[in-house]
């Protein structure tokens, strides 16, 4: 049964930094995509990096370019997003996802399993 977890989220001042991790369980995370997605208050899911399986390339939204990092460890089976230089727009449920391919999409719906989401609230 794969089940993600993701922790670290809190409250930070702007210009503040967060590590949040994702937990993966029930398969090797290592083989599939796996990307970290946000959702503010009315508005849509987004997506903010993607690391994908094997050699495993990045992708970031241009929002979060120069400023967040995505980062995976194998033996931990665990996913990781560094966010540095947070800003009050970067305030959202933040979310990790498991894509069922190796290779990565930037679309939500393409994204079979989710974790429950963790918390990133951004004050000026």
């Known amino acids: 049964q794969v089940q993600l977890v993701e922790s670290g989220g809190g409250s930070v001042q702007a210009g503040g930094s967060l590590r949040l991790s994702c937990v993966a369980s029930?398969?090797?995370?290592?083989?599939?995509?796996m990307g970290w997605f946000r959702q503010a208050p009315g508005k849509e899911r987004e997506a903010v990096a993607s690391?994908?399986?094997?050699?495993?390339?990045?992708s970031y939204a241009e929002s979060v370019k120069g400023r967040f990092t995505i980062s995976r460890d194998n033996a931990k089976n665990t996913l990781y997003l560094q966010m540095n230089s947070l800003k009050v727009e970067d305030t959202a449920m933040y979310y990790c996802?498991?894509?069922?391919?190796?290779?990565?999409?930037?679309?939500?719906?393409?994204?079979?399993?989710w974790g429950q989401g963790t918390q990133v609230t951004v004050s000026s």
């Open positions: 996802a498991r894509r069922g391919l190796w290779w990565c999409s930037m679309r939500p719906a393409d994204y079979d399993y």
């Open positions: 690391f994908g399986g094997g050699s495993g390339g990045t």
């Open positions: 029930g398969y090797t995370s290592r083989t599939y995509c």
